[in-house]
């Protein structure tokens, strides 16, 4: 595109930007002992080599209370050199380098700091950590200030172009600024004017450190999202406030990880935050960069050529795609392989203290080890089933050299990816099935649609490998009814195969069963673009219009044996999908089990009773066993194969992509 508003130049300060695609601080879990990794170094470098003009790293701690040490370290001198590492790597591959420094404050678990309690501007309990957090001494606060100062001079010193503060996100700037965690009655607490203090005096601090024309980003909150927080006005100006004290770009991010409001996952619409951006361009005169949700280059496009933001952070879209500014640059946009919001490798890793990877992108965080080098010896390879493993397996065993055809039954490739992506606000799944399919067009990939493998395919091809990636199928229950015409599996609701009646029973609390309840109950209700129209003619009001937006025509009941649903969905999704399944109307019955389906509903024992739920049709959602009888058929034949995904294991779509790529890479 001519004139292209994202791959204009920018500049913040003095420092010139080549593009407008900024890549934010994420935590990575790569760091040991606070120090910078070779992985670290491997991974910045491959997003600064596909064409980011941006890209900040960290957080990094100022202090020993800031958080753990799988975070970079700035609050001492000998983290110094692999600082210069770090930044040498990024600006030697074409992009501009900064760090992101910060406090944890109040969400620093005291494992994470060795044992010591974690400090704030008050002793309020923390929902993050369940822990109490230590108010600090009045003699404190002006050491932690310099505390960011000094941090950012080794930053500074260490080569990087700029830093940035992180004074969102309920870590300890705003938690000074917020009446939920700042009880104090001092000069550090009380009006809005004194709890912007801390978090003023930090730049100030930082500014006087550095000099006035390096370059200072401030990343906020444009809305903390917390009931009784800060709120967008409130925000912008503390904005000018920080702009007054020596920031040069303001960096809008969306709510405390405490918040109750979706931020990150695939039902936030793409771009749905802009708005705050929008509105502090017009109270401050430095650029202004928006993220979340900010996952293709269209939609940063349309941000930016708009006025909304000046920038756009593109965080986990490089994460899935490192190159996607590059491939946009030079008119590929084809080629991009784009973040589905699902949370499974990023956010639900670092849940359970494990390194970032990637659902979409299996070379994340493993950039070194997943280098493919061409074979010597090329086999013909047989890939048996198009969805998420196999045509991972495919792309891997491809760009590895080998001959590769791909066999798919049916008419499409993405296998239970539909799946995925028929529920409402789940849509991003589809995305990630249509890339792969370019992906296999655009390489040397022969792919047979519409072709079932049997012996005498296997006779005509004479492959030299296999792999079956032939997926899973849906278990039918062993209980009285289950083959009464008003029955049905979950897969053909979701296919849309077949149509439900007014009132539906659900057997089968997992992922499958949440879904498909939500699918359900949505049934009825106006788009989002109907309830935007009804919005602004003023038609109904905003309160009846919630209630019109999550009223369905389908009265849906979800039965478990379990303590709880959803146990097999990732925490970063689940609390959303549950918040969902309440607001739907979704009645759910735990520790509940059905004994029996009739031609009215289905009977069930709960709690030593025995009582009967009304239902027109029941859904089957009982789980799915992996689909491998071919394996038989080539262990006869003596054919060198390896089964992968949901054929060897019931598993996440994570764990299809990336069993197919090990498979496909190491062949």
Not at 639 to 667: C, E, T, V
């Amino acid at each position: 595109m001519i004139n292209d508003p994202v791959f204009q130049p920018i500049t913040i300060n003095k420092l010139e930007i080549k593009n407008r695609i900024c890549l934010p601080a994420m935590h990575l879990n790569m760091a040991e002992d606070y120090l910078v990794t070779d992985q670290l170094v491997d991974f910045y470098a491959e997003r600064a080599r596909g064409g980011a003009g941006l890209i900040t790293v960290g957080f990094a701690t100022v202090d020993e209370l800031s958080s753990g040490t799988t975070n970079i370290g700035a609050h001492k001198d000998e983290f110094i050199p692999g600082l210069s590492r770090l930044a040498a790597a990024i600006k030697d591959n074409g992009a501009r380098a900064a760090v992101q420094i910060n406090h944890a404050g109040k969400n620093s678990h005291s494992m994470m700091i060795g044992g010591k309690q974690a400090v704030a501007p008050s002793a309020v309990f923390s929902r993050r950590t369940r822990e109490t957090p230590r108010a600090l001494e009045i003699d404190e606060i002006p050491q932690v200030i310099d505390s960011f100062a000094q941090a950012a001079l080794r930053v500074k010193k260490a080569g990087f172009d700029a830093v940035e503060v992180l004074a969102g996100t309920g870590y300890l700037i705003s938690s000074f600024l917020s009446l939920l965690t700042n009880q104090r009655t001092d000069e550090w607490g009380g009006s809005y004017e004194n709890r912007m203090r801390f978090g003023v005096e930090v730049i100030k601090a930082i500014r006087k450190a550095v000099g006035e024309e390096y370059p200072i980003l401030v990343r906020m909150n444009g809305n903390d999202l917390m009931p009784q927080g800060v709120g967008r006005l409130d925000l912008q100006v503390f904005a000018k406030n920080l702009v007054a004290a020596g920031v040069n770009t303001i960096n809008i991010n969306v709510g405390w990880h405490d918040a109750k409001i979706p931020q990150i996952v695939t039902s936030v619409p793409r771009g749905a935050f802009g708005y705050l951006s929008k509105e502090m361009k017009q109270q401050v005169d430095v650029p202004v960069i928006t993220g979340h949700r900010v996952h293709d280059i269209e939609t940063a496009r349309e941000l930016i050529g708009n006025g909304v933001c000046d920038m756009v952070a593109m965080g986990r879209s490089l994460i899935a795609d490192p190159f996607m500014p590059e491939k946009a640059r030079t008119g590929r946009k084809q080629d991009v392989l784009h973040c589905i919001a699902c949370a499974q490798g990023c956010f639900d890793h670092l849940f359970e203290l494990e390194q970032v990877r990637c659902l979409c992108n299996p070379k994340a965080g493993r950039e070194a080890e997943c280098l493919i080098e061409k074979t010597k010896t090329p086999k013909k390879v047989m890939v048996i089933g198009g969805g998420a493993a196999g045509m991972s397996a495919a792309l891997a065993a491809d760009e590895k050299g080998h001959a590769v055809t791909l066999f798919e039954k049916t008419n499409e490739l993405g296998g239970q990816l539909h799946l995925a992506g028929a529920p409402p606000g789940r849509e991003e799944f589809l995305e990630l099935a249509k890339d792969l399919a370019q992906q296999i067009q655009l390489s040397g990939v022969e792919l047979r649609l519409d072709e079932t493998v049997d012996e005498g395919c296997l006779d005509t091809e004479k492959p030299d490998y296999v792999m079956l990636a032939t997926g899973a199928k849906p278990i039918t229950l062993p209980i009285p009814g289950v083959d009464l015409p008003n029955v049905v599996q979950a897969w053909d609701v979701l296919t849309e195969k077949v149509q439900c009646g007014k009132k539906v029973a659900i057997i089968g609390g997992g992922a499958v069963g949440v879904e498909v309840a939500l699918y359900l109950a949505e049934k009825g209700t106006p788009s989002g673009e109907a309830i935007k129209f009804l919005l602004i003619n003023g038609v109904e009001t905003p309160e009846d219009l919630v209630k019109i937006a999550t009223k369905g025509t389908k009265e849906v009941v979800l039965l478990e044996m379990l303590e709880k649903v959803g146990k097999d969905i990732g925490k970063s999704t689940r609390w959303v999908m549950m918040q969902d399944l309440s607001r739907y109307g979704v009645i759910v019955k735990t520790q509940t089990k059905a004994s029996e389906i009739t031609s009215s509903g289905v009977r069930i024992e709960i709690d030593g009773r025995v009582e009967e739920i009304e239902a027109d049709t029941v859904v089957l959602a009982s789980g799915s066993k992996s689909e491998n009888a071919f394996q038989s058929v080539l262990e006869r034949k003596g054919i060198p194969h390896q089964i992968i995904g949901d054929a060897s294991q019931i598993a996440l779509a994570y764990d299809a992509m990336h069993s197919g790529f090990d498979a496909g890479s190491k062949l």
